[in-house]
């Protein structure tokens, strides 16, 4: 275990943890702007990756497009959810046929215009404080998730389990990871007196957990495509904004699924376990 890379990554951690939890925390206008501006850094940073000779003409267009997103988002909030997917889909197919353009673009765009509206749905969604804890609760799952895999793949991490994905991904570690974030979940609940009055919780976190562990293969997967180790030196001892955001898009992609099948019916209250 190199402690050199630990340490580097914990002073990172200090660093960076302000910069995205204020805006977190102040909702609003100000996460707007910080989604707005970590959306489009994370989409440069993507198709810097594959080496698109357009990269910086295709980033002001991207950023434009979550500028009107935004806008759509604010004066139809009841369907804007569904008609900028559908605008995602439109426009995808429209730029393949238009500009012949790889599939890596286009799953490039797809994923960063995803990640941006999970986590603007999650965190501006009608009641504030579901989506503070929410977003926080998306976060924590993830971070759970990734550190306990990386721990207990590198103390017990025997059986690779995805070679061809991610070399150093070992069933061990993938096991802390599934698991995890649900027993961590269960011994807070216990230290701060939560009630939780129903096991479905744990059930609901353990789906999340494999969101997590999904997100990170897909991002594997891509830098495993392009030989790259890191997906930028954005973070020192992290790498880059996909290195760190994969699980957490896959945490959050997943709470969104679960919110949609939950919702009014007996399994909300479940979810929303706060409430």
């Known amino acids: 275990m190199d402690i050199d890379n630990l340490r580097l990554r914990f002073k990172t951690a200090l660093l960076i943890l302000p910069i995205f939890f204020i805006p977190i925390y102040l909702g609003g206008v100000y996460f707007k702007i910080a989604l707005i501006c970590v959306s489009t850094l994370f989409f440069y940073e993507l198709i810097t990756i ?26 139809v909030p009841d369907v804007a959810f569904g008609i900028c997917l559908a605008a995602l889909v439109v426009g995808s197919i429209s730029i393949k046929l238009v500009y012949r353009v790889n599939f890596w673009f286009q799953a490039i765009i797809g994923y960063s215009y995803l990640s941006f509206l999970v986590f603007y749905q999650i965190r501006l969604q009608g009641n504030p404080t579901d989506g503070l804890i929410s977003i926080f609760l998306v976060i924590l799952i993830a971070v759970i998730s990734d550190s306990f895999g990386y721990f207990g793949g590198q103390l017990f991490g025997r059986k690779k389990i995805f070679p061809y994905i991610s070399p150093n991904k070992t069933l061990e570690g993938t096991l802390f990871a599934f698991f995890t974030p649900a027993i961590f979940i269960f011994f807070l609940a216990l230290i701060f007196e939560v009630d939780f009055n129903n ?28 030989n790259v180790k890191n997906s930028s030196n954005l973070l020192p001892g992290h790498g880059g904004l996909l290195d ?27 979810l929303y376990f706060w409430r």
């Open 50 to 75: 594959i080496n698109n000779a357009e990269r910086k003409v295709a980033t002001a267009l991207y950023l434009c497009f979550l500028c009107l997103s935004l806008f759509i988002l604010k004066i």
């Open 244 to 270: 760190r955001m994969d699980s957490i898009v896959g945490v959050g992609i997943f709470f969104i699924i679960l919110d949609q099948i939950t919702r009014n019916n007996s399994y909300e209250n479940i």
């Open 199 to 226: 096991s479905i919780i744990y059930i609901f976190i353990s789906i999340m957990a494999l969101g997590a562990i999904l997100g990170d293969l897909i991002g594997s997967y891509f830098k495993r495509n392009f």
